[in-house]
């Protein structure tokens, strides 16, 4: 059965539940902006770009994941909220971002089953 099947079929059965606010998460953590740049070297400020910190600060995303998931979330986002072309034209690599993330969620979701 594949995943959609899977999910389908839960979703069949009982009301999924989803996981809660992102970015009010990452504000509990007060990060600051090496937190956010890493070692990417990007010439712009990047504070409060919570996208980047799949890859600047994984354990992050993953933590939140986790506890959503501990808490009893079926489905959990993927954090990307601003991951399109337009807002991540300094990335330059806005597909392969998008990947990470969800690779990212999923396997935080595998952990914590």
Request: aromatic letters at 8%; charged letters at 25%; a positive charge.
């Amino acid at each position: 059965m594949s995943a959609a099947e899977k999910f389908r079929a839960e979703a069949a059965k009982r009301i999924l539940i989803t996981d809660g606010g992102f970015g009010t998460e990452i504000q509990r953590w007060k990060l600051g902006e090496t937190d956010y740049a890493g070692k990417l070297g990007l010439a712009r400020d990047q504070k409060g770009n919570n996208d980047i910190l799949a890859l600047t600060k994984p354990e992050v995303p993953a933590s939140i994941h986790r506890a959503y998931f501990e808490a009893g979330s079926d489905i959990a986002s993927t954090n990307t909220f601003s991951a399109n072309r337009i807002s991540k034209k300094v990335l330059k690599f806005c597909a392969s971002f998008r990947r990470t993330v969800c690779i990212q969620a999923r396997t935080t979701s595998s952990s914590s089953s």
